[in-house]
């Protein structure tokens, strides 16, 4: 079947078959997980400067295994983490209750979470929308979910090179950001929506990622 002839339901169940067929090693790889204390370190460094010193409610979509939620629920942040790669969300549940924390994770679509408007601080997200079917109409959705003022975060990054996904190739064609974007057209990219003050972060910190990274990464800030 051609991309072009699948439904969007049928594509992000591609979608969700790739990420919980991922799920059981994810955590192992260096730009996945926390290998070791200066990579846990440096991730603290960069959240803290994000969100401060004073708790906020935050929404981590795309949540996979728990990466960003858990370090912003270590902070002080009530977050909610939400995805729909069943497999993906029960290792953050369970990384969550041996670490203790109240970490609210839900099954759910990152486009559409389905979630009251106006209730969040902060909307992060991390090497997610790229995996959007709709990202424009996904941004509207989560500035609607904004308090005033309210913040979207996402790290990005741009992996030209790297290897296709069986499920990815199928359905590439439908996915606006497939392998990521240049950080000025995601920046330019979040003015078109109306949000405000946008920033871009370079994040190519070796510490970050457990070696340099070979290709761009970065966080790109928009308020509503």
């Known amino acids: 079947m051609h991309p072009s002839e699948l439904n969007e339901t049928e594509v992000k169940q591609l979608v969700k078959q790739h990420w919980n067929g991922r799920a059981a090693d994810f955590d192992q790889g260096p730009s996945h997980g926390l290998l070791n204390e200066e990579q846990h370190q440096a991730w603290v460094a960069v959240l803290s400067r994000l969100a401060g010193s004073e708790p906020l409610k935050v929404l981590d979509l795309g949540c996979g295994t728990g990466f960003l ?29 041996s670490a203790g924390l109240p970490i609210d994770f839900r099954t759910g679509d990152a486009e559409r979470p389905g979630l009251p408007g106006g209730a969040y601080d902060l909307i992060v997200a991390r090497h997610l929308i790229w995996t959007l079917p709709n990202p424009a109409d996904a941004v509207d959705e989560w500035m609607r979910l904004l308090k005033p003022q309210g913040r979207i975060a996402l790290v ?49 910190e070796a510490a970050l990622w457990g070696g340099m990274p070979e290709h761009p990464r970065y966080l790109v800030i928009g308020r509503r």
């Open 69 to 97: 939620s858990l370090l912003l629920a270590k902070l002080g942040h009530e977050v909610t983490g939400i995805d729909f790669a069943e497999e993906m969300l029960q290792l953050a549940k369970a990384k969550a209750e």
């Open 156 to 204: 990005e990054g741009q992996w030209e090179n790297q290897e296709v996904k069986t499920e990815y190739a199928t359905i590439r064609s439908r996915l606006p950001f497939y392998g990521g974007q240049p950080s000025e057209q995601l920046a330019a990219f979040f003015r078109s929506k109306g949000l405000n003050e946008v920033t871009v972060q370079p994040l190519m």
